[in-house]
């Protein structure tokens, strides 16, 4: 598809969204495929158009949700999720014309079934003028809908719960990544991470984890200006950034939580940072996507419309050595 092609399309899929959001599904036309589309229920999900708008929301607030090993599962059925660790195996020797086979060497398997999805709601207020005005409804989205989603969906894997009643997730493992983490460093609260631990945690995971494409480090805000903040004895910073626009310690990026899951530095006998494959050790199952309902006549009398939000998903956790964390004392 040209690129004539792609924006005609999008500015068709924008068209039918900027109806929605302003008149809900009794503004869309039946004879308007993109509209119809639309007209099928009673939450929409976010169309492919603006899946570049939602992974941008969730590297901006929430990049756990695109580190770890991530499956789309549209009815939340229950489903089994399998893994196995393999850095514990090996090969034998075979002497040419020997009599002896070769040891047999299976890898360590985990399952674990989960019983279903949960879902996460909210609904945001919006004037129908704004949505009207919106030059392109994906980043009028991605403002008013896709960060939430993205900072809840951060909060429940990283803490197994919801971030608005901090209820415990029944299809997340309790206490989700950061509570079943296994410590490889002890830092000291109040004095913030040092390169040496840093360096120290990453090296505590097994080198096939740390050398993952995506393995990395994941902090809080308050760690990530701490980190920044460090200088050597001449006054340079002690870190870099990298072309990706990531903190780099030890030639790895650091990805700072946006939901407040994450303990901060002066967190006594807290996670404070995180280290390693995220896709082999958590796996998250997004059940159905994004959704969206409009609500038009609620708030009718002032030109405001409703918008809610829904997101389901269940979580496992599978190799448990693939992540580890720097604790404090």
């Known amino acids: 598809m040209n690129t004539l092609n792609v924006n005609e399309k999008r500015s068709k899929v924008n068209a039918a969204w900027r109806a929605y959001l302003k008149g809900g599904s009794s503004a869309l036309s039946l004879e308007v495929p993109e509209q119809r589309d639309l007209n099928t229920g009673n939450s929409v999900p976010v169309p492919q158009d ?3 708008e939602w992974t941008e929301a969730q590297k901006q607030v929430g990049p756990i949700a695109t ?12 489903l089994k999720h399998s893994t196995f660790d393999d850095t514990g195996s090996t090969m034998t020797f075979l002497s040419e014309g020997g009599a002896t086979g070769s040891v047999e060497q299976y890898p360590t398997m985990f399952s674990t079934v989960r019983g279903g999805s949960d879902t ?7 004037s129908r003028q704004e949505a009207d005005d919106a030059e392109d409804i994906g980043e009028f989205l991605n403002r008013i809908a896709f960060r939430r989603g993205a900072r809840a969906t951060e909060y429940a894997l990283l803490s197994g719960k919801d971030n608005g009643t901090n209820t415990q997730l029944p299809n997340s493992p309790t206490n989700g990544i950061l509570g079943n983490v296994t410590s490889g460093v002890t830092g000291v609260a109040t004095t913030g991470p040092t390169y040496a631990q840093m360096a120290a945690l990453a090296a505590s995971v097994d080198v ?45 990026p650091v990805y700072v939580a946006g939901s407040g899951a994450m303990q901060d530095y002066t967190v006594s006998g807290a996670p404070i940072v995180l280290f390693g494959d995220y896709s082999r050790f958590w796996k998250y199952v997004d059940g159905g996507g994004l959704r969206l309902r409009v609500l038009i006549e609620r708030y009718s009398d002032i030109m405001v419309n409703a918008l809610v939000i829904e997101q389901r998903l269940q979580a496992a956790a599978l190799v448990s050595s693939a992540v580890k964390s720097m604790v404090t004392a």
């Open 50 to 52: 603006y899946s570049s």
């Open 67 to 78: 580190l770890v090993n991530v499956s789309h599962q549209p009815t939340g059925r229950p």
């Open 120 to 126: 996460l709601v909210s609904t945001v207020l919006y």
């Open 208 to 252: 096939s984890y740390r050398n993952a494409p995506n393995a990395g480090f994941y902090v809080s805000s308050a760690t990530f200006a701490y980190l920044v903040a460090q200088t050597d004895s001449t006054g340079r910073p002690l870190y870099s950034f990298g072309d990706d626009g990531l903190l780099r310690v030890a030639g790895k």
